[in-house]
């Protein structure tokens, strides 16, 4: 075989494969694709299932929540907060 056609083997296998990866690896041209594109990062942007009534911010941070230095809610008038006093629990 000559030094021709092996180079012409190679540069039609090289094209061949670079047009099937240019293929797969192409962006969606139809009306329905930029739908779902669309759908995939508003799912990607929303709270999960897991979470039904938070976001993803830390918690204690929404709108709900107290201000920054104000005592936390008691429950049964007992305060669940660890204590300074190392004799507080006895």
């Known amino acids: 075989m000559s ?3 092996f180079l012409l083997i190679v540069v039609v296998v090289a094209v ?3 047009v099937a990866v240019w293929l797969r690896n ?3 041209t139809t009306f ?5 594109d669309f759908q995939q990062e508003m799912r ?3 709270r999960e299932q897991s979470q039904p009534g938070g976001s993803r911010r830390a918690k204690g941070r929404g709108p709900s929540s ?3 230095g104000a005592s936390p809610p008691q429950r049964d008038g007992v ?3 660890p204590s300074d006093d190392p004799h507080a629990g006895e």
């Open 3 to 5: 030094n021709v056609a």
């Open 16 to 18: 061949v494969g670079s």
């Open 26 to 28: 192409r962006k969606p």
């Open 32 to 36: 329905m694709s930029s739908v779902d």
């Open 44 to 46: 990607a942007l929303g």
């Open 66 to 68: 107290p201000p920054r």
């Open 79 to 81: 305060d669940d907060a």
